[in-house]
Each structure stands twice: as structure tokens, then as C-alpha cells.
């Protein structure tokens, strides 16, 4: 029997890498997409025309964390046996601007989902992504036990959602699940998180389309893993007996500085010569070291990373790079980059 799985926040990173590795396990794939005056498809566009992925296997619904009667209606007419929900206001420095929105989107979104799970009176399977960011500054390195010091609007939401999960898991007998998952990135991270706006602006650099890179907090320590392996990981936590929440990482930390040395210098390049700091990327309250334990996720999941640090780095500005020579016969796109060149405003310290 084909199992079916519904993934919130299909669109991003998470999102796509986890319908590729459902749709490979032969489910019946839906997603959940927020409307939009722009097209904002285009990590999963490529599924929509692969051959070896029939037409009956993938859908998307337009749906938004903020409207309960929907939410409750899409889950009670597609019934899947598993419910993915990454969905989120993402962005650590975003949530200082709207502090308000985050909570609700991050926060009050999961309960919505939640409750429209309980309400449709559906049994599934509910995954919850939550992050390290919840750590905040707890002694590391950071584990299931370790108590939460949320320094960010960002990762007080996500400290609400993940109490939320165990309590209609403790309370209503819920198969839910909390996957606190460590910084991990690829070539399809946000370009205003760091690591991509980093490995982009190498690319940029490299082909004479720009020369600095503006940032923020270069000392910052992450534990930063390979996006494509998380996601199997949440795939792996449904498949269990019972529900439990797991820390996910590589258990190695390195700064922003680090990363910025080896993007750079596999390209060749100073990165002294071409990064500015600028103060509009520092957040107000800072998280200076995340660093996971997932011990026990190897014990009882079987799973450990296997991309290191230096071939994430690598492949990520591989992609950047790469992406740039395909346009690069293409006037008519050279010429939208190069009016594009002025610096853009967004909040590029982002993890």
C-alpha cells in the first residue's frame, strides 16, 4: 500500500530534499504552499517534469500555518499516514524585526497543525522541526536533556512548538516527534543565510560580477551539517515503535570566519580583500557556540553524518559556481545580474 505524506514549507530547503527522498520510497507526496505574487517554486519545479515520477505521486495545495479551518480541511481530505511540518519564519535576525509574526507563524502555526490533526481525528505520524537555536547559550555541547535558553524570538517560538508537540503527544496519544536539528545547510540554503550568501558571493567575485560581501558576527561557532542526510534522518524518526525527540548534528563546531576561509580559498581567493563588517548584521542578544550530541539518535537511529565540513563548504560553492557558468552565454541574464549588482538589503547573518 502506497503511503502517503504531507510536508509543510515544501518550497525550502528541507522541504524539497525530504519530497525527493519520500517520492524515491514510492509515497504519494503533498505539499503545503504559501500563496504568492512571485513564483516561489523553484527547489521543487524539477520534480513536476521528472519522467520517473508519475503525475499521481506529487501535489501541491496552497495553504498558509495562519488559517486553522484550512489547515484542518487539507489534512482531513488528503488523510496522510505522515505529517512533515518544517514550515516557519526561518530567519534568526528576521524574527528581532517581527518578533510578533515569528511567534506566530513559528509558534502558534504548529498548535494550529496540531489541533487540526487532532480535530480531523486522523492517526498519523507528526514530525516537528525543531532547531538548536533553542539551545540558545546552554552549556555544549547540547543534547536531548539539555534545558532550553532561547535567545531570539526565533527560538522562543520554537521552544512554544516543541512543548506543544509533547503535550498532544503525552495528552492525546500522538505518534509526534521533535527532530532538534543543528545548522544544516547545502546549495539550496536561503541566500541570506550566511553560508549561502557566503558561497554566492564567491561565485559573484570569482566572475567579476561584484567584489565585497557585507556580514556580521564572524565568531560565531555552528555545527553545521549536509541538508540531503538531515532529512533522512526526520524519514527515520516516523518509522519508529514509538515517538521520541532526537538532537541531530555533527557534534564539530566551526566559526563563520572558518567557513569564510575555506569558501575563499578553494576558489582561490583573500577573503580579507573582499568581506566588510557591517553592524546591521549583528543581532541584539547573540548565540556564539552551538555544538550537538547525537548520541543517541546513532544508537537508536542507526544514523551519523557522513559529508564533512570542508565537503559541504565545497560543494556548496561548486553549485554557485556552477550556476553562474550555465548563464554565463546568456546576455540577457549576465545583464539582469549586473543590474542586480547593488547591494542588496537583507539580514545576512542569518544561521
Known amino acids: 500500500m502506497t503511503k502517503r505524506a504531507l510536508i509543510t514549507g515544501i518550497t525550502g530547503q528541507d522541504g524539497s530534499y525530504l519530497a525527493e527522498l519520500l517520492l524515491s520510497k514510492g509515497y504519494e507526496v503533498h505539499g503545503i504552499v504559501r500563496r504568492a505574487s512571485m513564483f516561489n517554486t523553484g527547489r521543487i519545479e524539477h520534480i513536476y517534469v521528472d519522467p520517473h515520477i508519475p503525475d499521481a505521486k506529487f501535489f ?4 498558509d500555518l495562519s488559517d486553522s479551518g484550512q489547515l484542518t480541511n487539507l489534512i482531513y481530505n488528503i488523510q496522510p499516514e505522515e505529517i512533515y511540518h518544517l514550515a516557519a519564519q526561518s ?3 528576521v524574527s528581532f ?3 510578533e509574526f515569528t511567534g506566530d507563524v513559528t509558534g502558534l502555526g504548529t498548535t494550529r497543525l496540531l489541533e487540526s490533526v487532532r480535530r480531523s481525528g486522523i492517526k498519523t505520524r507528526f514530525y516537528q522541526a525543531s532547531s538548536s537555536e533553542m539551545f540558545g547559550d546552554a552549556p555544549h555541547p547540547q543534547n536531548e536533556e539539555t534545558p532550553f535558553r532561547p535567545r531570539s524570538p526565533y527560538a522562543a517560538a520554537k521552544v512554544y512548538a516543541f512543548w506543544m508537540v509533547r503535550n498532544y503527544r503525552e495528552g492525546y496519544n500522538m505518534f509526534a516527534c521533535n527532530g532538534i ?3 544544516h545547510e547545502s546549495p539550496r540554503r536561503g541566500e541570506t543565510f550566511v553560508t549561502r550568501k557566503i558561497t554566492r558571493a564567491v561565485a559573484r567575485i570569482k566572475y567579476g560580477l561584484e567584489d565585497k560581501v557585507y556580514l556580521g ?5 555552528r555545527d553545521w551539517g549536509y541538508a540531503p542526510e538531515y532529512v533522512e534522518v526526520m524519514w527515520l524518526m516516523l518509522q519508529q515503535e514509538r515517538p521520541e525527540d532526537f538532537v541531530i548534528a555533527t557534534g ?3 566559526s563563520v570566519k572558518e567557513f569564510l576561509e575555506e569558501a575563499f580559498a578553494y576558489a582561490d581567493l583573500d577573503w580579507q580583500e573582499h568581506v566588510e563588517i557591517d553592524p546591521q548584521y549583528f543581532r541584539p542578544t547573540e548565540v556564539e557556540l552551538l555544538q550537538g550530541d547525537a548520541g543517541k ?5 542507526g544514523w551519523e553524518p557522513k559529508v564533512t565540513f570542508k565537503e559541504l563548504v565545497r560543494i556548496m560553492v561548486d553549485a554557485d559556481m556552477r550556476e553562474l557558468e550555465e ?5 540577457d541574464v549576465i545583464q539582469k545580474i549586473m543590474n542586480n549588482k547593488v547591494r542588496l538589503v537583507d539580514s545576512g547573518a542569518g544561521f
Open 217 to 221: 558576527n564572524l565568531e560565531a561557532k
Open 91 to 93: 530567519h534568526v535576525r
Open 327 to 331: 548563464m554565463k552565454n546568456s546576455k
Open 60 to 63: 501541491t495545495h496552497y495553504g
Open 97 to 99: 524585526d517581527m518578533p
Open 297 to 301: 539518535a546513532k544508537e537508536k537511529l
Open 181 to 183: 536539528l543543528f545548522n
Open 252 to 254: 564539530e563546531t566551526h
